[in-house]
Nanobody, 111 residues
Framework: QVQLVESGGGLVQPGGSLRLSCTAS????????LAWYRQAPGKVREFVAA???????DYADSAKGRFTISRDNAKATVYVQMNNLTPEDTAVYYC?????WGKGTLVTVSS
């Protein structure tokens, strides 16, 4: 059983930055691929970024150049640094590890 707990969401002005964190329980973290997804109001959940066990990364086109995913295996935590945020980034952000999902953290970008 794996539990994922996200944190770091909040209200930020356009152009601002946030760093989301996701801490995992369980022993598979260090080798697992982790990902961030998001779901905006009225829209389907979409992929944001992923990082492999070896540190390889992948990003949605909307995230490239603005978001950076990273991981700290010692802390069993994955991060996503989000810069130059726009209102279109407003969503609940979810952490994913295989079949497991966190409960999400809300990011609101508004002036």
């Amino acid at each position: 059983q794996v539990q994922l707990v996200e944190s770091g969401g909040g209200l930020v002005q356009p152009g601002g930055s946030l760093r989301l964190s996701c801490t995992a329980s369980g022993s598979v973290f260090s080798t697992a691929e982790l990902a961030w997804y998001r779901q905006a109001p009225g829209k389907v959940r979409e992929f944001v970024a992923a990082i492999s066990g070896r540190g390889g990364t992948d990003y949605a086109d909307s995230a490239k150049g603005r978001f950076t995913i990273s991981r700290d295996n010692a802390k069993a935590t994955v991060y996503v640094q989000m810069n130059n945020l726009t209102p279109e980034d407003t969503a609940v952000y979810y952490c994913n590890l295989g079949k497991y999902w966190g409960k999400g953290t809300l990011v609101t970008v508004s002036s």
